[in-house]
């Protein structure tokens, strides 16, 4: 069963980076597609950054575009979220998710479970904050 552990997390300042990282273990299959989630209390959790595993598309949300890379590893199996001049606006838990249904990295990230339930990890909390 795929199992998916977050790090990276931290309290940063305004115009600080980090760099989250998201390990996936367990499935005999790799997830086609994963990505980070960010919530906020008494919100959802919305799509920052998708990837495809076989065509290595990614999307990258308005809000992070210019400042968040998202990439694989995929001799270690993980996925990695690199956040530049990172913004108050940034603060909220981040979740890994990964699912095996084929879709564009877009469309993953507002709908990750599109197809099947997405498999989720635990969360990192990310604040950014003087």
């Known amino acids: 069963q795929l199992r998916l552990v977050e790090s990276g997390g931290g309290l940063v300042q305004p115009g600080g980076e980090l760099r989250l990282s998201c390990a996936a273990s367990?499935?005999?299959?790799?997830?086609?597609?994963i990505g980070w989630f960010r919530q906020v209390p008494g919100t959802g959790r919305r799509g920052i950054s998708c990837?495809?595993?076989?065509?290595?598309?990614?999307y990258v949300a308005e809000s992070g575009r210019g400042r968040f890379t998202i990439s694989r590893d995929s001799a270690k199996n993980t996925v990695y979220l690199d956040m530049h001049s990172l913004k108050p606006e940034d603060t909220g838990t981040y979740y890994c998710?990964?699912?095996?249904?084929?879709?564009?990295?877009?469309?993953?990230?507002?709908?990750?479970?599109?197809?099947?339930?997405?498999?989720w990890g635990q969360g990192t909390q990310v604040t950014v904050s003087s």
């Open positions: 990837f495809r595993r076989d065509d290595k598309s990614t």
């Open positions: 367990g499935s005999s299959q790799d997830p086609l597609m």
């Open positions: 998710g990964a699912g095996f249904f084929p879709a564009s990295p877009a469309v993953y990230c507002s709908n990750p479970n599109i197809g099947n339930p997405a498999t």
